[in-house]
T-cell receptor, first 111, second 114 residues
């Protein structure tokens, strides 16, 4: 099974609304990363949060990390149609392990 | 500077043929990764190169898959005797130092095996 698993698998919202995606993982981590993918092509790194951090912001993105619950959330505020994409979390599994990507959340923002 | 590039963008091949996919990482990046992504799915790790160390091949699904990285830069992923289930997008990524850092992805190669 995957180290990181996102929910929901799909999310549809109206432009201007906030979008929240969650990621759960199983083992301890050094850091957790969120990536975005448009149209099934290359992924773009959004944000990295380290295990000793609880919250991080980047523009309209807000990421939280709860290591006690082994979960993270990605919040996109004031969504735009251009935010339509798939969003993946990736964890390193701690102890120098490889990044493992979850199955992703497909976000659709309707204009 | 230039990002990660991959070629070809798309490849259609017949079952049983061999294919080679190429990845040019960002200059100076010591780590290079190959992933596979089936339609609507997450990324499946295939292989990881780090500097001059022996590659981590733990994700390769069968012995039909192999990869090499020449001169610490360009990498080639080879699939021999392709099968229909090999159809997927093959993504390459590189990072400056190691696998815990931000990975920069190429646009991928979409492989279709008929």
């Amino acid at each position: 099974s995957q180290q990181g698993e996102e929910d929901p698998q799909a999310l549809s919202i109206q432009e201007g609304e906030n979008a929240t995606m969650n990621c759960s993982y199983k083992t301890s981590i050094n850091n957790l990363q969120w990536y975005r993918q448009n149209s099934g092509r290359g992924l773009v790194h959004l944000i990295l949060i380290r295990s000793n951090e609880r919250e991080k912001h980047s523009g309209r993105l807000r990421v939280t990390l709860d290591t006690s619950k082994k979960s993270s959330s990605l919040l996109i505020t004031a969504s735009r149609a251009a935010d339509t994409a798939s969003y993946f979390c990736a964890t390193d599994g701690g102890a120098g392990n490889m990044l493992t990507f979850g199955g992703g959340t497909r976000l659709m923002v309707k204009p | 500077g230039a990002g990660v590039s991959q070629s070809p963008s798309n490849k259609v091949t017949e079952k049983g043929k061999d294919v080679e996919l190429r990845c040019d990482p960002i200059s100076g990046h010591t780590a290079l990764y190959w992933y596979r992504q089936s339609l609507g799915q997450g990324l499946e790790f295939l292989i990881y190169f780090q500097g001059n160390s022996a590659p981590d091949k733990s994700g390769l699904p069968s012995d039909r898959f192999s990869a090499e990285r020449t001169g610490g830069s360009v990498s080639t992923l080879t699939i021999q005797r392709t099968q229909q289930e090999d159809s997927a997008v093959y993504l390459c990524a590189s990072s400056l130092l190691g696998h815990q850092e931000t990975q920069y992805f190429g646009p991928g190669t979409r492989l279709l095996v008929l």
